[in-house]
C-alpha cells in the first residue's frame, strides 16, 4: 500500500480543496491486483490511511473527461480498518 501526502488542489474559484491518494494492492496470490483511489475534502482528514493496514475500502467509480479523452476515478467515501488473523 502506498499513501500520498495531502495535496492542496486549486478550484476554478479560486479556493483550494484537500486531496489525498493511496494506492492498495487485493489479496490474490498470483493473480492480485492494485487499484489507486482518491480521498478528498473533510474527509483527508478523518480516513486514517496508512502503510501495512488491512482497510476495507467503499468507494465511488467515475469517469472524467479532459481533452477528448476520458479517465476513471475511484473516489473513497469509507475506509474500515479490517482485523488482521
Known sequence: MWVSQIQMIPKKNGTMFE??????????GKYANSMMFEVTGDD?????????QDV????NMTAV?????????ARAWKINLQQKD
Open 19 to 28: 486531496k489525498r491518494e493511496a494506492v492498495i494492492e487485493t489479496p490474490g
Open 44 to 52: 483527508v482528514n478523518h480516513q486514517f490511511l496508512s502503510v501495512g
Open 56 to 59: 476495507e475500502v467503499e468507494y
Open 65 to 73: 473527461e479532459f481533452k477528448g479523452k476520458f479517465f476513471n476515478r
